[in-house]
């Protein structure tokens, strides 16, 4: 229940914000709208307004603003207001003065960006509310503080002779004065290239960087930076090891495998190399020390076929969280961290985009509905604040995508007007009607690849 309500959050004001953009520039240049609908396919439930019909439909994987003029995409949207129209007839139709048609090029534009542009806002609005609320964790230095081995793609091996707490001096020739910049080179160096990073007191590395941004991502991500986060554990997943083994919300963990633990790293690195093995635990738990035995799931890691890690389904506690530094921004510091975070996910978006089409991203780590539930819900149970930055991020890769020129997007009705624009001329009923279908078969073939890859993530496949 808590997976489907986060889904319907997450997707619901999403897309309610998106469609909203258009409406509302619509309304602006008065073009009729006679329906405003969440959703896409048949109606579920909805009311009449004045002139615009306010719908649920039944396939909750987008929304429509229909506007008069635009009949090419009835047959997509799923209504037809019960009224049957030809080819022909929607051909021949005179643009009335609330057309879309027959308002002017700019005023076209504005109304189909308004779309993608509402979901770039809502992104900058609620990065920088969260920037002003709970604050900006402040940059950790530059100090390697261990390396997780189980995820560590075979480019990374080289870090395993660097001691933990070695502190980062330089990427590939750049000085460095935090961890994030030590991220960020590697996340923007060209693929298949050798970088080298260079430590204060400890020898180089120089490695390949992986073509294949799965692969970077696991890279970066086993590299981790030297932090004190606490061992605390602040959620355990229903059917989970944790729960099986007796773990609750509040733990301390004192002990794993025999060995003492003083940071989270320390545990995820003991439950990580142990999949299918019995781990004993030591917890304080309301002042005293239970003792626990877990044992892992073996999770196969994708940057590495064949190899296997422990999972037991715990999170740290936002509270452990809370005890790095950070910084409540005013009002105008804020909005700069939200236009920068925004412009940091929308390049990240794009650059993996872009590798789907180079070769160097992976088209297995496009991820569908399935997937959106299962972060929907990690998220949500992790906090508000995990949360809505994880609708910040997914509103900009609604953008992003929606600027695809695909017909039926809005890229591929923002393409049709630069073309206008071009020729002189518009499109013709016809010419718009064939390239939607092509369109609408181009985003139900991702729509099934992306389902697809999330049942095979499901399956461990």
């Not at 409540?328 to 789907?356: C, D, N």
Request: hydrophobic share 50%; aromatic share 6%.
């Amino acid at each position: 229940m808590i997976t489907i309500l986060a889904t319907v959050v997450v997707l619901g004001v999403l897309i309610f914000v998106h469609e909203l953009g258009h409406f509302v520039t619509a309304k602006l240049v008065d073009i009729e709208v006679p329906r405003f609908s969440i959703g896409l396919g048949p109606k579920a439930w909805g009311f009449k307004r004045g002139e615009t019909e306010y719908v649920i439909s039944w396939l909750p994987l987008g929304g429509y603003v229909k506007m008069a003029g635009m009949e090419e995409l009835e047959a997509i949207e799923g209504g037809s207001d019960g009224k049957k129209s030809t080819d022909a007839d929607a051909g021949a139709r005179k643009a009335g003065p609330r057309d879309f048609e027959s308002k002017s090029l700019p005023a076209r534009m504005l109304v189909i960006s308004a779309g993608v542009i509402m979901n770039v806002v809502f992104a900058v609005v609620v990065f920088a509310s969260i920037a002003m609320i709970w604050g900006v964790a402040l940059p950790l230095k530059p100090v390697l503080g261990g390396v997780l081995e189980e995820t560590l793609p075979s480019q990374g091996r080289p870090f395993l002779d660097v001691p933990a707490g070695s502190r980062v001096i330089a990427v590939g020739g750049h000085a460095v004065a935090n961890w994030r910049q030590v991220q960020t080179d590697i996340a923007t160096a060209p693929g298949g290239s050798e970088l080298t990073i260079r430590f204060e007191h400890a020898k180089p590395v120089t490695f390949q960087v992986p073509k294949q941004d799965s692969l970077r991502t696991a890279l970066i991500g086993s590299l981790s930076p030297e932090t004190h986060t606490t061992p605390l554990i602040g959620q355990v997943v229903s059917g989970s090891p944790a729960e099986r083994a007796g773990m609750k919300a509040g733990d301390r963990i004192l002990e794993a495998d025999g060995a003492p633990v003083s940071s989270w790293l320390d545990f995820v690195n003991v439950v990580e190399h142990q999949p299918g093995q019995p781990v004993p635990l030591v917890v304080r738990r309301d002042g005293k020390q239970v003792a626990l035995t877990v044992v892992p799931d073996s999770t196969a890691v994708p940057a590495a076929p064949g190899r296997f890690i422990g999972r037991i389904g715990v999170a740290v506690s936002q509270a452990a969280m809370a005890n790095v530094p950070r910084a409540r921004k005013g009002p105008i510091e804020a909005f700069g961290y939200g236009v920068g975070q925004t412009w940091f996910v929308t390049s990240m978006i794009g650059h993996f985009i872009g590798g789907l089409f180079t070769g160097s991203a992976s088209p297995r780590d496009v991820g569908g509905p399935i997937l959106i539930a299962q972060l929907s819900h990690q998220m949500i149970e992790m906090g508000l604040e995990a949360f809505l930055n994880f609708m910040a991020l997914f509103s900009v890769n609604l953008a992003v995508l929606n600027l695809l020129p695909i017909p039926i997007l809005d890229g591929g009705q923002l393409l049709f007007l630069v073309l206008e624009a071009v020729r002189g001329r518009s499109l013709s009923y016809e010419q718009r009607m064939r390239l939607s279908q092509v369109g609408l078969v181009i985003v139900v073939a991702i729509m099934v690849w992306a389902l697809a890859n999330d049942v095979m993530r499901l399956f461990g496949m």
